[in-house]
């Protein structure tokens, strides 16, 4: 009866370990893919400030959906009123295909599904992030450059939902919203 006993003892053990250690397996796993993402994002955007990454990675931003982030302030835009109008979610998909993002790479389906659901203030702050560390990379004349592109593209964002009645009228969200992403790109 000992034997039997030790035999079942030894069995509940290993399966106790088994589970154990496949959990602790997975974590790692986890952690790893983590820190491959983390390092990917950081050669793809010259970018090692660890809270820009950590930020730009939780609003869904990795390597290959990297030139979403160039179509970010047109999806705040067109969320500014809490809703999303047809012709403005096809103005940020224009946008989107005139950046060189077809429907089947990885950043168009990102911009999809904020299109899709409002993405927030994560985005908003990740973006903030991205611009700040832009800003230090970049030459003068290039950020110039790159900050008026991105505000002229808002602007046709704003233009695309027609004002009150359709009339080009911008709202005072829109205005306000326009004067944040000016001061976040300084």
Known sequence: MTDELERRRQALEEA?????????????????AATRKKDALAAATGLHDEKVLDDLLAAGIEAQTLAALA??????????????????????????????????????????????????????????????ALRANLTPAAYAAMRADILERTRKIMRAAGGYLGFAHSTAQEKELLAKMEEILG
Not at 16 to 32: G, T
Not at 92 to 106: I, S, Y
């Open 16 to 32: 106790f370990f088994n589970k154990y250690n496949e959990e602790l397996l997975s974590k790692l796993r986890a952690r790893d």
């Open 71 to 132: 179509i970010a302030p047109l999806v705040f835009m067109a969320w500014r009123d809490g809703k999303l109008e047809d012709r403005e979610r096809a103005a940020v998909l224009r946008a989107a295909d005139e950046q060189g993002l077809k429907a089947d790479h990885t950043a168009y389906k990102l911009i999809e599904g904020w299109l899709a659901r409002n993405p927030g203030p994560q985005l908003v702050a990740a973006w903030r992030g991205y611009v700040t």
